[in-house]
């Protein structure tokens, strides 16, 4: 055994070698016991230098084979490689690679693999271990030195800011050194080429173990940059480079900023986030936070099958089955009740094929599923300003809660913002994508966040936003609300659009038990020019032809719907209402469970824009278009509808028919459809602005003409028991 080791000298080596070399401050190759190692010297493998073999090298040691315990490794000296290397490289700030059982090791030395520098395999580079092949344990790891690479890698590159490819479990490992790849100063006219996996992490390039992990963290930033160019797949994230497929994790933290500027071809796979690229079945995810911001800019050339997923705290997920449960995964933060603005913003700002993008998980594809969320929660902002040539998936919680899901006291407080391109259908959403399938239930969960599509964002095909999700088919949803604002600005040549407080999609069927309350405003003000429509509610956009609907409980909208968009195929049409846009003949009626259940709008509706055929849009207080009964509806709501005098309603702006029927529903509130008039009493025309509104407020002798669109009917004994809302009782109702 030796102790106090001490190394203050630099060590270069300038020679040509034809063998596996090992170089360190303290020693080459190791098969001792080290304990209160120092080194702070310069540890060089020279540009005149060239290895044919495997190299080897740390500040500490090149190699270590000692089985028995380490503890007090220092490394301060820079450990830096110019020269060529015929083979694989292994370098870290203490030990190139060991078999060791490390208990105690630091690092502040920069660990460079240089522009001048050369390999001709696999490039394993690390702030304490370039490699590790121990599967125990190791403790106490720290990192505060940069590591980076800047020279082309035929094989895999795998870079950690502690571990670079490691089987060992680093409990409590830290990293505040910057990890980089690349040159921000080099052009795309100087390429660095990486043949292989490019994995890149703030604490592991690629962990290899089995085992669970906990009490990592990393503050330091994480880049690629542009000059970049990857062959194969490639990961970056704040903890773990590689795919992370081992046992549960715990109390895990990423601060540092995760930069991915480089270009990837078709036949890659980019997964970039805060935390990890996940592969984990029946685990758990414990206390996960990730507080730094995560960017792409590049240019990803991936087709349908191959997205570009992008995250705040987990990208990927298993192929096939579900995690286990999220607890108290977070991703930004937040302070004095507010989301922080500059914590957790995930970015994507280049161009991508098949985008899946959201605060905490974006999953590999809309089917996969964690197994239950408790207690999770997005602070940050989700900005898509980037083109996509397929379709997009941005959500502020997580790209899908698949079919038997569970998810209690969950939130999203991010902005989520969409002022790029997408070719394909866009799915923009406060909470989830997709939670379709199975039996999905949602408890105490609410969207606060807003959710826009800017007025510079085009839209080629549909287009799905909402608070919650899209195609809400079999969910069962209990004191859940959404209260950001839900807007669509954008120019949409393509496709509907569906626009919905709850359901933003196209398939609205879910079981609301213990009801569901929306106080965001719902608004479209861009512009639509295919052959489509619009579908707007302040709980639903359209509700499912094939759907079991089942309601309990308040189903409440607060929030306005408004319309000041243009439509401008005069075969497109509009569907507005209070709580849902429509819904289709073939649906159960639209009618509350029980005499303590409701269904209530107090939001304004207001469409003020351009249709091009104004007998094309439906507007009404509790659904714009619908084929099928309602009752049970409670509705005081200012309407303001002009020049869609014959399709506007107090409850639908459908006409009553045998199908159509409204029931026991009470009504309240003011409808305008027109104008007082043209001229005023000199005959000369009256400006547009100038205009005053014939505005109708409903009472006990007029309401019965107002609950439908054309075809009202003509007495109060044809109203179905259909009531003026008036009196104290219907205020408190409220």
Not at 202 to 223: K, L
Not at 358 to 371: E, H
Not at 473 to 496: F, K, L, R, V
Not at 555 to 574: D, H, Q, R
């Amino acid at each position: 055994e030796r102790f106090d080791l001490k190394n203050e000298g630099a060590v270069t080596v300038k020679g040509k070698i034809e063998a596996d070399t090992h170089i360190g401050g303290l020693g080459g190759f190791f098969n001792i016991k080290c304990t209160d190692g120092l080194n702070s010297g310069t540890i060089t493998l020279d540009e005149k230098a060239s290895v044919t073999g495997d190299l080897y090298i740390g500040g500490i040691a090149g190699y270590s084979v000692q089985t028995l315990p380490i503890t007090g490794l220092k490394n301060s000296g820079a450990v830096k490689v110019d020269g060529d290397v015929t083979g694989n490289v292994y370098i870290g700030g203490v030990y190139g690679t060991t078999t060791a059982v490390i208990t105690g090791a630091s690092n502040t030395g920069a660990v460079t693999y240089s522009d001048k520098a050369s390999v001709s395999g696999t490039l394993n580079i690390g702030g304490i271990l370039g490699a590790s092949t121990s599967t125990e344990k190791i403790a106490g790891l720290s990192n505060g030195g940069s590591v980076s690479v800047d020279c082309a890698v035929p094989g895999n590159l795998y870079i950690g800011g502690v571990l670079g490819h490691s089987s060992a479990l680093a409990t409590g490992a830290a990293n505040s050194g910057a990890v980089t790849v690349g040159n921000a100063e080099a052009t795309e006219e100087q390429p660095l080429t990486i043949g292989g996996a490019l994995n890149v992490g703030g604490v592991y390039g690629t962990f290899a173990g089995t085992a669970d992990t906990s009490g990592m963290q990393n503050s330091g930033t994480i880049s690629v940059h542009k000059n970049v160019v990857a062959t194969g797949n490639i990961i970056v994230s704040g903890i773990f480079g590689g795919e992370y497929a081992a046992g549960n994790l715990s109390s895990i933290t990423n601060s540092g900023n995760v930069e991915v500027y480089c270009n990837t071809s078709a036949t890659q796979r980019l997964w970039v986030a805060g935390v990890a690229k996940l592969n984990i079945k029946s685990k758990t995810a414990t206390d996960i936070t990730n507080t730094g911001n995560v960017t792409v800019a590049g240019i990803s050339e991936a087709n349908g099958g191959n997205p570009v997923s992008v995250a705040g705290v987990f990208a990927g997920l298993p192929s096939s089955g579900s995690t286990g449960t999220l607890t108290r995964v977070v991703n930004g933060e937040l302070k004095d009740g507010k989301p922080v603005a500059n914590k957790g913003v995930i970015t994507v700002s280049g161009t991508t094929g098949r985008l899946h993008q959201a605060g905490l998980c974006a999953f590999d594809a809309y089917n996969f599923r964690p197994g239950a969320m408790d207690d999770c929660h997005n602070y940050g902002a989700i900005v898509m300003s980037g083109t996509s040539t397929d379709n997009i998936y941005v959500c502020g919680l997580s790209m899908s809660c698949h079919g038997g899901v569970t998810s209690t006291n969950t939130t999203n407080e991010g902005a989520v913002t969409v002022s790029g391109t997408s070719n394909k259908a866009a799915h923009v959403f406060g909470m989830f994508y997709n939670s379709d399938q199975g039996s999905a239930a949602f408890v105490n969960c609410h969207n606060k966040g807003r959710i826009t599509i800017t007025e510079s964002a085009t839209m080629k095909t549909s287009v799905y936003i909402g608070g919650f999700g899209y195609r809400l088919t079999n969910g069962t949803y209990e004191a859940c609300s959404n209260s950001g604002d839900i807007t669509h600005n954008g120019n949409q040549t393509g496709g509907s659009a569906y626009l919905g407080g709850l359901g933003g999609g196209d398939r609205f069927g879910s079981t609301i038990t213990g009801g569901f309350t929306n106080s965001g405003n719902i608004s479209f003000g861009g512009t639509l020019s295919a052959n489509t429509k619009v579908y707007m509610g302040g709980i639903a956009a359209h509700i499912y032809s094939h759907a079991k609907l089942a309601f309990g409980g308040e189903v409440k909208n607060t929030g306005k719907v408004s319309f000041t968009g243009n439509i401008t195929n005069s075969s497109a049409s509009l569907y507005a209402g209070g709580l849902f846009g429509d819904a289709p003949a073939s649906i159960t009626a639209l009618t509350l469970n029980g005499t303590e259940n409701k269904f209530v709008n107090t939001g304004a509706i207001e469409v003020t824009g351009s249709v091009a055929t104004p007998k094309n849009a439906y507007v009404g207080g509790v659904i714009g278009y619908t084929l099928s009964p309602i009752a049970g509806a409670i509705v005081d709501c200012d309407i303001k509808a002009i020049g869609f005098e014959d399709k506007v309603g107090m409850i639908t702006g459908s006409a009553k028919s045998e199908t159509v029927v409204a029931t026991n529903c009470q009504l309240r509130g003011t409808i305008c459809t027109k104008t007082m008039g043209d001229i005023d009493e000199e005959g000369n025309p009256i400006p547009e602005d100038e205009k005053i509104d014939d505005i109708i407020t409903l009472g006990n002798s007029n309401f019965f003409k107002y609950i439908y669109g054309s075809g009202n009917p003509a007495s109060a004994e044809d109203a179905n028991g259909c009531t003026y809302w008036s009196g104290p009782e219907a205020a408190s109702a409220l």
